[in-house]
């Protein structure tokens, strides 16, 4: 994985860009301890770890329900007043 700091990033953004499109990682440092801020990969990145299913935590054991005619509510139920904000 390619490391460069923000400037380096900025001025050559283009290049960057090419590189990430490219299948290269680059992750971003700044600071004089040049800390990673964040990383640019690409979208179809094989290096990208699965999604986990997430565990329904410490009542895992009951499980969960959802009725078969659960839907969501409608703005004609619940009318929004966008005057207030």
Known sequence: MKT???GEFKAKF????A???AGQEIAVTFGKKKEIIGYFTPENSESKE???ERPLGP???LGYY???DFC????D???VNDSSL
Do not use: C, G, R, W
């Open 4 to 6: 460069m700091t923000v």
């Open 77 to 79: 139920e619940f009318p």
């Open 50 to 52: 699965p999604k986990k």
């Open 19 to 21: 590189q990430v499109k």
């Open 14 to 17: 283009s290049d960057v860009i």
């Open 59 to 61: 009542l895992k054991h």
């Open 72 to 75: 969501e509510t409608t703005e």
């Open 66 to 68: 959802m009725a078969n």
